[in-house]
């Protein structure tokens, strides 16, 4: 630094200048590794801490380290502490993962302070690893939310850190099995490589001894390369070698090193370190190790930690000449660039890390735990959609930040999951209130003011009703005359249905252009009444088809009629019947036919009517006796089989109108099912509402819904993976490890977060879910889904609390769902189930509205942002303001095809972004971007590995060299998705 720069920073004013020229030149990422030794091992000693963004204490009560009588832990001094400690000591090195912990951090830092951080980002002395909001869960996770948590956090990281700020690897250490649609992902943002802690350790522990901790991942057969990905498995945990814990409340031996005081140590120390590095060496194939040198909540003194590692590592390289064992600073990015360099051939992975656990003790339970969490996450997730499409749309700031904190935080581990304690899951559930309220006063100011034709009129008071599944809306239960608008944030058309609470039986409905809408009316059931209580006194249910133009909005104008008004054809409010006299019950549209058995009540067959498929299905509900180890993470029912739920036949109604068919199922009085077949729909709509769940054990009760039928399934069924790529399980089989058979029941449940099915030659049956449980198929014929859980006896899981949900009402969590059931033949199934996944992810989103005078001439009833409109096996996933320019817009697009899953579908498409988004924007440039939106896709290099099957990895460059031309072509090809930056010029609407 020459003289007039030294004088520079003495100024108080240039602290920030001179802090930056000092690193000008330094160097970050894979350049700022410590050299290694050759021929000897290397230990690369990661110094980390592990935050969860709630579990036993809330977010922000971590944060702080409030609530300590829990659990003490403050991560604002873990942070404080550990960059005071780097700055200490050059060669010391540091990571960090949790971005949502970090930015509220950031928030407080004065700007000096955040320059010396920004200093050692550069230097690479500061790394943050994974670099989500929040480290997600793998197993519950919707793929749209892990995006979305993945780009709020790497976002965030850009633009404080720039390219220096950026992860090279996924850093998921404590989540509870990894899935293969999220290695495909980590890919897709440019990651390198995933480590981890936790996988089954039937599995871990053949790892070991084959020397398979370590390897190439196959994360999609449809991405090819592009959907590889490097994993590692740490070869204990994420916490440091036994004995080598340096926190505040570790008890191991601090390293002593005056040989002039009492209790000197180095030389048991040294060797009690070189034993361990050597036998964990023996597990994998190079002469490099990583030791996590760390754990949960640690380093609020990083003092203690750094200097005891200066001194091991001192001293360790002291004997490296005879022990040939070399110690470093290091992060998992250096580590992994050792392994690179090593020039090694790996092994490859095809299926997944899924359930984990021991042999006793599966964590399977976690899959369906605190299913009404589970539901209100997915909702949040799609209004956040909603709001983030619309905000870049209009260009208007829609108020969506503290729903994007709010959703990304409920992602994480011990969120999503249903593994927190009951009063971090309600802090989770009121965020996400709180996020979903902002941005519904957002949406509702937009589509009013979109809805205007002329500026003279009023904007037309938009509200929303959120208890629309127990029949609650104040709006429609108060007046005779009211408006229901519908946005779509699909590009393509969409027709649905929907019930409005109404107290009246005769209506006028008034679609787009002045069409009159047929309609049933039904009487709200006692069940609904029995789970509303005081929330709620409408009398009726309003149902109508609607029909949505893509990326846009139709609204529906509903008025009571008098007796004068009332029409014939239009309406009917239909009889309900009682099975009687043991005789058959049908309901059917002009696509399926259900049967149910006169006798018992239950579901006995349905038929595909166009392909005159006729399949036996007999569906009912179960429940599993928990045993006094479950707890919020394991499955470990009592016995092997479940018990039924039905002890005499189902009391069963049945409805037959014009618009909808349902029966009408009562198992117990706190058990009771609605099954649906709306009009030209393709699927059974089975509605279930379960709990409180009774107290019948006293260890508590895991209610499942099983479909038995007679197909030839051959121990295979399939579940997916995030909601994407399908995944073949084989009953009581791993592909790369023996079973063992203990536990079956709780061995062979696996996460289903969209859809399940079996199949055979002639018939497959799929059912889809609205949030993620826990699925099997037992025996061959039969698949079942986990849908409530109830847990009586505190068994553990660090959480010194049972899974007792007990409601707002304090005696038990109730909870209604739907399952979507569709029969058809196994190679035209996924034409049917692709789309209707899409669809139950982004349900229309209902506004609703007093109707005021000359509606119709002063707003618009219907509206579409596009001219056109992408085909069945095109989606528009993500669309929203990129940055602080508003000129910047994000795009996501989606092929949700798998490859060879159709015969048409599956093949690439190709998409016009100009002319998809013509009457919106005018289009100056498109920059294809990584996955999670931060980094140009032409900028992103990853490592190339030898692997013993395919040769050398090497990335697929097609991407990167892609010229868009004057329409900005894009060519997507099966399960692929692509993501724009488009700098745009808003036209006038």
């Given at each position: 630094m020459?003289?007039?720069?030294?004088?520079?920073?003495?100024?108080?004013?240039?602290?920030l200048?001179?802090l930056?020229?000092?690193?000008?030149?330094?160097?970050?990422?894979?350049?700022?590794c410590?050299?290694?030794?050759d021929?000897?091992?290397?230990?690369h000693?990661?110094?980390?801490?592990?935050d969860?963004v709630?579990w036993?204490?809330?977010?922000?009560?971590?944060?702080?380290?409030?609530?300590?009588?829990?659990?003490?832990?403050?991560?604002?001094?873990?942070?404080?502490?550990t960059?005071?400690?780097?700055?200490?000591?050059?060669?010391?090195?540091?990571?960090?993962?949790?971005?949502?912990f970090?930015?509220?951090?950031?928030?407080?830092?004065?700007?000096?302070?955040?320059?010396?951080?920004?200093?050692?980002?550069?230097?690479g002395?500061?790394e943050?690893?994974?670099?989500?909001?929040?480290?997600?869960d793998e197993?519950a996770?919707?793929?749209?939310?892990?995006?979305?948590?993945?780009?709020?956090?790497?976002?965030?990281?850009h633009?404080?850190f720039?390219?220096?700020?950026?992860?090279?690897?996924?850093?998921?250490?404590?989540?509870?099995g990894?899935?293969?649609?999220?290695?495909?992902?980590?890919?897709?943002?440019?990651?390198?490589?995933?480590?981890f802690?936790?996988?089954?350790?039937v599995?871990?522990?053949?790892?070991?001894?084959?020397?398979?901790l370590?390897?190439?991942?196959?994360?999609?057969?449809?991405l090819?390369s592009?959907?590889?990905?490097?994993?590692?498995?740490?070869?204990d945990h994420?916490?440091?070698?036994?004995?080598?814990?340096?926190?505040?409340?570790?008890?191991?031996?601090?390293?002593?090193?005056?040989p002039?005081?009492?209790?000197y140590?180095?030389?048991?120390r040294?060797?009690?370190?070189?034993?361990?590095?050597?036998?964990?060496?023996?597990?994998?194939?190079t002469n490099?190790?990583?030791m996590?040198?760390?754990?949960?909540?640690?380093?609020?003194?990083?003092?203690e930690?750094?200097?005891?590692?200066?001194?091991?590592?001192?001293?360790?390289?002291?004997?490296?000449?005879s022990?040939?064992?070399?110690?470093?600073?290091?992060t998992?990015?250096?580590?992994?660039?050792?392994?690179?360099q090593?020039?090694?051939?790996?092994?490859?992975?095809d299926?997944?890390?899924m359930p984990?656990g021991e042999?006793?003790?599966?964590?399977?339970?976690?899959?369906?735990?605190?299913?009404?969490?589970?539901?209100?996450?997915?909702?949040?997730?799609?209004?956040?959609?909603?709001?983030?499409?619309?905000?870049?749309l209009?260009?208007?700031?829609?108020?969506?930040?503290?729903?994007?904190?709010?959703?990304?935080?409920?992602?994480?581990?011990?969120?999503?999951?249903?593994?927190?304690?009951?009063?971090?899951?309600?802090d989770y559930?009121?965020?996400?209130?709180?996020?979903?309220?902002?941005?519904q006063?957002?949406?509702?100011?937009?589509?009013s003011?979109?809805?205007l034709?002329?500026?003279?009129?009023?904007?037309?008071?938009?509200?929303?009703?959120?208890?629309?599944?127990?029949?609650v809306?104040?709006?429609?239960q108060?007046?005779?005359?009211?408006?229901?608008?519908?946005?779509?944030?699909?590009?393509?058309?969409?027709?649905?249905?929907?019930?409005?609470?109404?107290?009246?039986?005769?209506?006028?409905?008034?679609?787009?252009?002045?069409?009159?809408?047929?309609?049933?009316?039904?009487?709200?059931t006692?069940?609904?009444?029995?789970?509303?209580r005081?929330?709620?006194?409408?009398?009726?249910?309003?149902?109508?088809?609607?029909?949505i133009?893509?990326?846009?909005?139709?609204?529906?104008?509903?008025?009571?009629?008098?007796?004068?008004?009332?029409?014939?054809?239009?309406?009917?409010?239909?009889?309900?019947?009682?099975?009687e006299?043991?005789?058959?019950?049908?309901?059917?549209?002009?696509?399926?036919?259900?049967?149910?058995?006169?006798?018992t009540?239950?579901?006995?067959?349905?038929t595909?009517?166009?392909?005159?498929?006729?399949?036996?299905?007999?569906?009912?509900?179960?429940?599993?006796?928990?045993?006094?180890?479950?707890?919020?993470?394991?499955?470990?029912?009592?016995?092997?089989?479940?018990?039924?739920?039905?002890?005499?036949?189902?009391n069963?109604?049945?409805?037959?109108?014009?618009i909808?068919?349902?029966?009408?199922?009562?198992?117990?009085?706190?058990?009771?099912?609605?099954?649906?077949?709306?009009?030209?729909?393709?699927?059974?709509?089975?509605?279930?509402t379960?709990?409180?769940?009774?107290?019948?054990?006293?260890?508590?009760?895991?209610?499942?819904?099983?479909f038995?039928?007679?197909?030839?399934?051959?121990?295979?069924f399939?579940?997916?993976?995030?909601?994407?790529?399908?995944?073949?399980?084989?009953r009581?089989?791993?592909d790369?490890?023996?079973l063992?058979?203990?536990?079956?029941?709780a061995?062979?449940?696996?996460?289903?977060?969209?859809?399940i099915?079996?199949?055979?030659?002639?018939?497959?049956?799929t059912?889809?879910?609205?949030?993620?449980?826990?699925?099997?198929?037992?025996v061959?014929?039969?698949?079942?889904?986990?849908?409530?859980?109830?847990?009586?006896?505190?068994s553990?899981?660090?959480?010194?609390?049972?899974?007792?949900?007990?409601?707002?009402?304090?005696?038990?969590?109730i909870?209604?769902?739907?399952?979507?059931?569709?029969?058809?033949?196994p190679?035209?199934?996924a034409k049917?189930?692709?789309?209707l996944?899409l669809?139950?992810?982004?349900?229309?989103?209902?506004l609703?509205s007093?109707?005021?005078?000359?509606?119709?001439?002063?707003?618009?009833?219907k509206?579409?942002?596009?001219?056109?409109?992408?085909?069945?096996?095109?989606?528009?996933?993500?669309?929203?303001?990129?940055?602080?320019?508003?000129?910047?817009?994000?795009?996501?697009?989606?092929?949700?095809?798998?490859?060879?899953?159709d015969?048409?579908?599956?093949?690439?498409?190709k998409v016009?972004?100009?002319?998809?988004?013509?009457?919106?924007?005018?289009?100056?440039?498109?920059?294809?971007?990584?996955?999670?939106?931060?980094?140009?896709?032409?900028?992103?290099?990853?490592?190339?590995?030898?692997?013993k099957?395919e040769?050398?990895?090497?990335?697929?460059?097609r991407?990167?060299?892609?010229?868009?031309?004057?329409?900005?072509?894009?060519?997507?090809?099966?399960?692929d998705i692509?993501?724009?930056?488009?700098?745009?010029?808003?036209?006038?609407?």
């Amino acid at each position: 630094m020459d003289h007039i720069q030294h004088h520079a920073c003495l100024l108080s004013l240039a602290v920030l200048s001179c802090l930056f020229m000092t690193i000008e030149g330094d160097a970050c990422g894979y350049k700022a590794c410590t050299d290694t030794k050759d021929g000897i091992l290397n230990v690369h000693l990661v110094p980390h801490t592990h935050d969860d963004v709630g579990w036993l204490k809330t977010v922000d009560q971590y944060f702080y380290g409030a609530n300590n009588s829990i659990y003490h832990a403050s991560v604002q001094y873990i942070l404080d502490s550990t960059i005071l400690t780097l700055n200490q000591n050059p060669s010391r090195k540091f990571i960090y993962a949790e971005v949502a912990f970090f930015k509220r951090w950031w928030a407080e830092q004065s700007a000096t302070m955040k320059a010396k951080v920004k200093n050692l980002v550069n230097q690479g002395r500061l790394e943050f690893a994974g670099g989500g909001w929040s480290q997600n869960d793998e197993a519950a996770t919707h793929y749209v939310a892990i995006i979305d948590n993945m780009a709020y956090g790497l976002q965030f990281l850009h633009e404080n850190f720039g390219t220096c700020g950026r992860p090279h690897i996924a850093w998921q250490i404590d989540v509870f099995g990894h899935s293969k649609e999220q290695a495909a992902l980590f890919a897709k943002m440019g990651m390198d490589a995933a480590f981890f802690a936790r996988i089954e350790d039937v599995d871990h522990d053949l790892r070991r001894v084959e020397k398979k901790l370590e390897g190439v991942w196959h994360g999609s057969q449809s991405l090819g390369s592009r959907g590889d990905l490097f994993f590692g498995i740490f070869y204990d945990h994420y916490s440091p070698p036994p004995g080598f814990c340096f926190d505040a409340f570790c008890d191991d031996p601090v390293i002593q090193d005056d040989p002039d005081l009492f209790d000197y140590n180095v030389d048991d120390r040294v060797s009690e370190f070189l034993e361990f590095a050597k036998k964990a060496a023996n597990a994998f194939q190079t002469n490099h190790i990583m030791m996590t040198m760390g754990g949960d909540f640690e380093y609020e003194n990083a003092n203690e930690w750094f200097k005891n590692l200066d001194k091991l590592i001192k001293y360790v390289n002291q004997k490296e000449e005879s022990t040939k064992v070399h110690a470093l600073y290091s992060t998992p990015a250096c580590y992994l660039y050792a392994l690179n360099q090593a020039n090694k051939t790996w092994t490859t992975k095809d299926d997944d890390f899924m359930p984990i656990g021991e042999p006793n003790s599966y964590w399977t339970g976690f899959y369906t735990s605190r299913p009404a969490l589970k539901l209100y996450a997915r909702e949040a997730s799609k209004i956040l959609q909603t709001c983030k499409q619309l905000g870049a749309l209009s260009g208007v700031d829609v108020n969506s930040a503290f729903l994007k904190d709010a959703v990304s935080i409920v992602q994480h581990h011990d969120a999503i999951t249903g593994t927190e304690k009951q009063h971090v899951a309600d802090d989770y559930a009121k965020r996400l209130a709180m996020g979903i309220q902002q941005c519904q006063i957002s949406l509702s100011d937009v589509i009013s003011k979109l809805m205007l034709k002329t500026k003279t009129a009023p904007a037309p008071k938009l509200e929303f009703c959120n208890y629309l599944n127990i029949s609650v809306c104040a709006t429609t239960q108060s007046t005779d005359a009211f408006s229901v608008t519908a946005y779509n944030t699909l590009a393509c058309e969409v027709r649905d249905y929907v019930r409005i609470p109404v107290n009246g039986t005769q209506f006028t409905v008034m679609g787009p252009g002045n069409k009159n809408i047929q309609y049933q009316v039904m009487e709200v059931t006692s069940e609904t009444k029995r789970v509303r209580r005081d929330k709620g006194s409408t009398t009726h249910e309003l149902i109508f088809p609607i029909t949505i133009p893509s990326v846009g909005f139709s609204s529906y104008l509903v008025t009571a009629q008098t007796t004068k008004q009332r029409s014939k054809g239009d309406g009917s409010v239909p009889a309900i019947h009682k099975a009687e006299n043991s005789n058959d019950v049908t309901i059917k549209n002009d696509n399926l036919m259900l049967l149910f058995d006169g006798g018992t009540g239950l579901l006995k067959s349905m038929t595909n009517i166009p392909d005159n498929l006729t399949l036996e299905v007999q569906q009912s509900f179960y429940w599993y006796n928990s045993s006094e180890g479950s707890n919020p993470y394991q499955f470990r029912p009592l016995g092997v089989k479940a018990i039924p739920l039905l002890n005499k036949n189902v009391n069963l109604t049945y409805i037959q109108g014009n618009i909808v068919e349902e029966v009408h199922q009562q198992f117990t009085p706190w058990l009771s099912q609605v099954i649906r077949l709306h009009k030209d729909q393709k699927h059974a709509e089975f509605e279930w509402t379960v709990g409180p769940v009774p107290d019948k054990s006293g260890l508590g009760m895991e209610i499942i819904t099983r479909f038995e039928t007679p197909l030839k399934s051959d121990k295979l069924f399939y579940t997916d993976a995030n909601g994407r790529q399908m995944i073949q399980r084989r009953r009581n089989h791993r592909d790369t490890y023996p079973l063992p058979m203990i536990n079956l029941v709780a061995a062979n449940y696996f996460p289903v977060n969209s859809r399940i099915y079996i199949k055979d030659d002639e018939a497959q049956l799929t059912v889809l879910t609205d949030r993620s449980q826990g699925g099997s198929s037992l025996v061959d014929g039969a698949l079942e889904l986990m849908i409530h859980r109830r847990l009586l006896h505190n068994s553990g899981g660090g959480l010194n609390e049972a899974l007792n949900e007990t409601g707002q009402y304090g005696d038990g969590l109730i909870v209604r769902g739907k399952h979507y059931v569709i029969l058809e033949k196994p190679g035209k199934s996924a034409k049917v189930h692709r789309p209707l996944g899409l669809q139950v992810f982004a349900k229309p989103t209902l506004l609703f509205s007093h109707l005021v005078p000359d509606w119709r001439s002063k707003y618009y009833t219907k509206y579409s942002y596009l001219n056109t409109s992408l085909p069945i096996n095109g989606h528009l996933l993500t669309l929203e303001q990129w940055g602080q320019d508003k000129n910047n817009v994000l795009l996501r697009l989606e092929h949700p095809f798998e490859v060879n899953e159709d015969q048409t579908l599956s093949k690439a498409i190709k998409v016009s972004l100009k002319k998809l988004l013509a009457s919106v924007f005018e289009i100056s440039d498109v920059q294809e971007m990584t996955l999670d939106g931060n980094l140009p896709i032409s900028q992103s290099t990853r490592l190339q590995w030898n692997t013993k099957t395919e040769g050398q990895f090497k990335e697929d460059l097609r991407y990167k060299t892609t010229s868009y031309g004057k329409q900005a072509d894009v060519t997507l090809g099966p399960m692929d998705i692509q993501t724009f930056l488009l700098s745009v010029k808003p036209r006038k609407p």
